[in-house]
């Protein structure tokens, strides 16, 4: 049974910074996300890496303040946030595939077949 365990959202104040973990139950995955959902609003991709090659992919609005990255030995992924504004807060879920998930499709949902339960991010 996998199981991706999302942690670290908490309260910032705008300009601070914050990690999230995704502690994942089984390893290596091939392509690891971070999707955040505000109140109202559909679900967004916010960084993706391809673990083998490293590839990082990440949505324009927080391109140069976030960085994702991964841990085949622990195994967990990583998300640290920096420079958060309020327009950051939302709920952030961790995502995973077996597979190698390409461009275009980095920030698309049915991408990936595994979801954590998500943190809350609250930036204010």
């Known amino acids: 049974h996998v199981q991706l365990v999302e942690s670290g959202g908490t309260s910032a104040q705008p300009g601070g910074s914050l990690k999230l973990t995704c502690t994942t139950s089984?390893?290596?995955?091939?392509?690891i996300a971070w999707f955040r959902q505000a109140p109202g609003k559909e679900r967004e991709g916010v960084a993706t890496i391809q673990t083998r090659g490293g590839n990082t992919y990440y949505a324009d609005s927080v391109k140069g303040r976030f960085t994702i990255s991964h841990d085949n030995a622990k195994p967990a992924a990583y998300l640290q946030m920096n420079n958060l504004q309020p327009e950051d807060t939302a709920m952030y879920y961790c995502?995973?595939?077996?597979?190698?998930?390409?461009?275009?499709?980095?920030?698309?949902?049915?991408?990936?077949?595994?979801w954590g339960q998500g943190t809350q991010v609250t930036v204010s």
């Open positions: 089984e390893h290596p995955f091939r392509t």
């Open positions: 995502a995973a595939s077996n597979l190698v998930v390409h461009d275009p499709n980095v920030f698309r949902g049915p991408s990936y077949r595994f």
